[in-house]
C-alpha cells in the first residue's frame, strides 16, 4: 500500500514525469537524486523524461503481492526511454504473453491503486506498447 505522505512527496515525478539533469555532465537521473553517478556533480536541472522507449527485459507476473491479485496475470518490464533513463513499470493494454523484448513502447500516465479505505486514487506511470 502506498503511503499518502510518500505518495505526495511523489507527485512530480508521477505526474509529469520529472527527472534530474547534471549540469556537469548531463547524465538524467530518474528519480532525482542529489549526487551524480558519473561525475559526482551536485547541480541539477529539471527535465522532463522522453515519452517513448523500448523493452530491455520483462516478466509475467502470475502470483501478485497484495492489493494486485485482481490483475494477474501482468507484465512488468524494464524499459530504455529514448534518452537513456531505465524504468521499470507495469505494460498495460496488452496480452503479456505477446511482448517482446525490443518492442517500442509509450510512457502513460494512469490510475495504479487506491489507498486504503479512505480511498486516495494513486496515479502514476505506465507503458502502452506502440502498434507497428
Do not use: N
Amino acid at each position: 500500500m502506498i503511503g499518502s505522505p510518500r505518495y505526495w512527496r511523489e507527485i512530480p515525478q508521477r505526474y509529469r514525469y520529472e527527472a534530474a539533469r547534471c549540469r556537469s555532465c548531463g547524465k538524467i537521473h530518474f528519480p532525482p537524486r542529489d549526487v551524480c553517478s558519473a561525475c559526482r556533480g551536485r547541480e541539477f536541472e529539471t527535465t522532463t523524461l522522453a515519452q517513448q522507449g523500448t523493452i530491455e527485459t520483462f516478466t509475467v507476473i502470475h502470483v501478485a503481492p497484495s492489493g494486485f491479485e485482481d490483475e494477474v496475470p501482468y507484465a512488468v518490464a524494464v524499459v530504455r526511454l529514448d534518452d537513456g533513463v531505465k524504468i521499470t513499470a507495469q505494460v498495460v493494454d496488452c496480452d503479456p504473453e505477446q511482448l517482446e523484448i525490443g518492442q517500442p513502447v509509450r510512457l502513460e500516465f494512469r490510475k495504479v491503486t487506491e489507498d486504503g479505505k479512505s480511498g486516495i486514487i494513486c496515479y502514476g506511470y505506465k507503458f502502452v506498447p506502440i502498434a507497428s
